[in-house]
Every structure is written in C-alpha cells, then in structure tokens.
C-alpha cells in the first residue's frame, strides 16, 4: 500500500479525503495515478497522519538524506 493509500485508509475514504481537502473524488483518483500536488501535501499530512516525506519524497526527503 502507498502513502496516499495510507492517507485515504487513515481519511475514511477516497470521497472522505476529498470532502476534507474541497477537491472532487476525480482529483483524488488522478493523484493515484500520478502523486499528490504540492501544494497540498502539508494539508494532506496534517489530515490523515501520513508524512510529507511518505507522500512527496522528491520534495521532502527523509531525513537521513537531508543530513
């Protein structure tokens, strides 16, 4: 399982997470398909718990890289 299926596990649903973020379910399944946008990232986190270094990786690497 991926980090937005984890986010949409943790939301309830893929029509609950987009309830919860203002986008229709289409935004959610074309995120499936390519990855979360960036500007909703941080959102996304603070939401369902997932992590922005699980959702975006080539934005916010883990911190063992970083360091």
Do not use: C, N
């Not at 946008?37 to 690497?61: A, C, F, H, I, K």
Request: hydrophobic share 40%; aromatic share 4%.
């Amino acid at each position: 399982m991926d980090a937005l299926d984890r986010a949409i596990t943790a939301a309830g649903s893929g029509a609950e997470l987009a309830r919860h973020l203002g986008v229709s379910r289409a935004a959610i399944s074309y995120w499936r398909r390519k990855q979360v946008p960036s500007l909703r990232v941080l959102e996304v986190e603070r939401l369902t718990g997932v992590s922005r270094q699980e959702l975006r990786p080539d934005l916010y690497p883990p911190d063992e890289v970083r360091a």
